[in-house]
């Protein structure tokens, strides 16, 4: 089951990094994650529906449903700010290497899960390439050298509470309610900002198919790493969807066409190298 975790980890960190590239490409970030999550919550209502009964509603279960909403939506917030205010580049490596750092710990303490001192040097090797291939450098020069990453880190301890929290919801409800309710988490939270933007028509002239598509892999990318949570300990899989900053690199390379150095290579190499010992040792 464990092997079936991995592979679902490993496609949730590629469709993450595909939607974030496209995510970064568009005109305004609110709309366009309003119409992402807007068609991620018509497209995924049926399947939700179908597995309403299946999870156990009490008090306890909605408290921890309406934190994990709350959570997703202080994270789209914060992601579009960040991709406003620096490259993909840079924002996108910060916010997921935060994450690897924060989770394990945070599973250890409140969850109880265990993780072996080779697993920890896997983390570590994840964290150390990720900050390396993020290059950050504070500069006098502008709000893009200090404002995108502290907004990325923010974005990153988002990402590690909400998987915490998200862990502990999927005891309540399954992994297709939880992200149907984080959808329309997102939706509410968004909308404020989209309607008072005054770019949704030009937004939906510009990439209307776009978010078409990233209604279905943003939502999707993650529910895969729900099912994954329902297999295996938190603390080994968080860290391990982080192969997702490999997988922009790569797109930054052959689709983008960005400029590469053979610096990027070797500190991607080094997070699949923390991926693999995490996986196999951790």
Not at 83 to 107: C, E, F, H, K, N
């Amino acid at each position: 089951m464990f092997g079936i975790a991995i592979l679902l980890v490993l496609g949730s960190g590629f469709l993450h990094s595909v939607w974030n590239l496209y995510t970064k490409k568009s005109l305004n970030k609110n709309v366009f994650l309003w119409f992402c999550q807007l068609v991620a919550v018509i497209v995924f209502l049926p399947w939700t529906i179908l597995e309403w009964d299946s999870g156990s509603w009490n008090g306890t279960g909605i408290l921890i449903v309406l934190a994990s909403m709350l959570l997703h939506g202080l994270y789209v917030i914060l992601l579009a700010a960040a991709y406003s205010a620096g490259d993909l580049s840079q924002v996108y490596p910060i916010m997921r290497g935060t994450s690897p750092l924060l989770v394990p710990l945070l599973a250890v303490i409140f969850l109880h899960e265990q993780l072996s001192i080779v697993g920890w040097l896997g983390v570590v090797s994840i964290v150390l390439g990720i900050v390396l291939l993020s290059d950050v450098k504070f500069k006098r020069d502008g709000l893009s050298s200090s404002k995108a990453p502290l907004l990325a880190l923010a974005v990153g301890g988002c990402i590690a509470s909400y998987i915490i929290v998200d862990k502990i919801a999927l005891d309540y409800v399954s992994p297709v309610v939880l992200n149907e309710a984080t959808n329309i988490g997102n939706l509410l939270i968004l909308s404020w900002a989209t309607f008072r933007s005054g770019a949704i028509s030009k937004e939906l002239q510009v990439n209307w198919k776009i978010m078409l598509l990233g209604g279905i892999i943003a939502p999707g990318g993650y529910l895969l790493f729900l099912y994954a949570l329902s297999l295996a300990p938190v603390a080994q899989l968080a860290p391990m969807r982080e192969i997702g900053t490999v997988f922009g690199t790569l797109m930054g390379i052959f689709i983008l066409r960005e400029k590469q150095g053979k610096r990027r290579i070797l500190t991607s190499l080094c997070i699949t190298a923390g991926v693999v010992v995490l996986g196999i040792w951790g």
